[in-house]
């Protein structure tokens, strides 16, 4: 099951989102143009159906309140509206479609309130809020039925989808140096430590026939290199170590602490790529690699979408990397992140018939689209 | 009026870019009757030297043959000529070879540098430097972005002049594409220049007849 569709208004910087998608789908954009934002529809939700302690009140407070999650550009409407369409492969009707506006309460506690949920199923409707019950008491509308066990029954596919949705954004110096930082570990958002946690929490037979397969990657893509294992030191904590080639027999062994910035990001984007065969939100994979690596990217992630067979694993990509964007097998969906004339929000453009027209007839996304979300004109200095 | 669009444009280096927005600019200004030609966001690109563009010449003649407008600016550099540049990059064998219509593809005669100088006066005023330092056969020069360097290293003055010229083993300085680029919006006569450089006069040509009678290359 794949999302097929997002519809929303007044999210983050956007005013208005209406985009279909089929397969990869790469995000590019201006350095602040909102490709994180965009994302985060997808992590919002998954806040809202987190078993442990997740829920609207919740995902709403992790980003410091309505005003903060409101479009800036729309003073008028007070409230957010999402709309996500997942469909089976190869369906005509999404299996599911589901709805949820939502607005801060004025006064009393200043909780954020439903405005509208709804679900379909084949394009019938399941339930629509607010209902009676919901008219007699108020402090119903602080919960989603999404997010309520006993209340999802009939639609729970939808938040099992977004429960398992992952995002990747490494930052190498959060998993080196974690005794600096005394940081939140997201459960399932691998920014730094989380990472080596998860290895840790994955069976060994998968982690191993894992890491066996990044092993072989790496010995292609970086010089010297000869072996990458999982290791537990004496107090039990978790360590990746890997073995250069080394003129002394024993030398040449490293830990995550020593590896390189790039080296890191490409474990831990394989890992993720391996991990899931549902939502992934991969920000920037680009970073720190090579540029030849970065090239091979879109093949990654097709053939990571391949292996996981019909599950599907549908993967989101934001990224400014000609080179990514160059290769030749890429395809999917393109969305194109740019400035609204008044410069207070951000649209989203998909390309146009002209712009696909030339795409087919062999040029790049690199060539064609990536020029419009050039954030200067001419050179900064 | 009716606006047709250039669906990419790319060139070698930024100034090359400004020399394109300017050329367009001219040409809208210079027709009266038929379309406006304007650059779809994003563009013209900057393909940092001609390996990229050459690479993308096949994609390119796809596109103009579909009906989308190209534009590209390359400098001539060292080769003899620009039918002999064309042959080669379009893979063409017959004299003088044929580009699609929606295709303008112009070499600058011998870098984007001999079109400007070829305004010297402008030039030398812009860059305070007396005008009888300035070649005066714009064509001609072997090296033209060699020779501005050479004439900025002996004579420039002021500071953000000075900063035009590369450290060594660099290209060009840290302000030279911002300067040229101010030259190119702000000073640079076009029509004094086309007077005296035959290919600036032949893309300025090419430029105003484009589209310039219901869309039709004469």
Known sequence: MDVSRIKATNWRNFRKIDVELNGTTYLLGANGSGKSNFLDIFRFIRDIVNPKGGGLQYAVEERKGMTKLRCLASRQVPGIDLEIELKENGEEVPTWRYCLSFSGEKGGKRRTLIRKEEAYKNGELIFSRPDDKDKDDKDRLAETYLEQTNANKEFREISAFFQKTLYLHLIPQLLKYSEMFVSKQTESDPFGQGFLSQLADTPEKTRVSRLGRIEKILKKALPKFEELQFVKDKHGNPHLEMRHKHWRPNAGRQQEDQFSDGTLRLIALLWTLMSSNNLILLEEPELSLHEKLVGEIPKMLQKARRSTGKAGGQIFVSTHSKALLSDPSISGTFLVLTPTESGESTQIEQPTKDELKAIELGMSPADILLPKTSPIQGELF | ?218
């Open chain 2, 1 to 218: 009026m009716e606006e047709v669009q250039i669906f990419v444009a790319y060139a070698e280096d930024a100034l090359s870019c400004e020399v394109m927005k300017r050329l367009v600019a001219f040409r809208n200004e210079r027709t009266d009757s038929g379309a406006v030609l304007t650059f779809r966001k994003g563009f013209p690109e900057n393909k940092r030297g001609f390996g990229g563009i050459k690479k993308q010449i096949p994609a390119m003649k796809n596109m103009a043959d579909a009906g989308l407008l190209v534009f590209v600016l390359t400098d001539l550099d060292q080769r003899d000529c620009s039918p002999e540049l064309i042959r080669d990059w379009f893979k063409l064998n017959d004299s003088k070879p044929n580009l699609p219509e929606d295709f303008i593809f112009r070499v600058a005669e011998r870098e984007t540098e001999s079109w400007l100088m070829a305004d010297y006066e402008s030039l030398s005023k812009f860059l305070s430097i007396p005008v009888a330092n300035f070649p005066k056969a714009p064509d001609a020069i072997e090296r033209p972005k060699q020779e501005l360097l050479n004439i900025l290293r002996r004579k420039a003055k002021k500071r953000c002049f000075k900063e035009m010229i590369p450290e060594p083993g660099g290209h060009v300085g840290p302000e030279y594409n911002n300067q040229m680029s101010i030259f190119v919006r702000n000073h640079w006569n076009v029509d004094r220049a086309s007077g005296r450089s035959n290919s600036l006069q032949r893309a300025l040509n090419k430029l105003i007849r484009f589209g310039g009678h219901n869309g039709s290359t004469p």
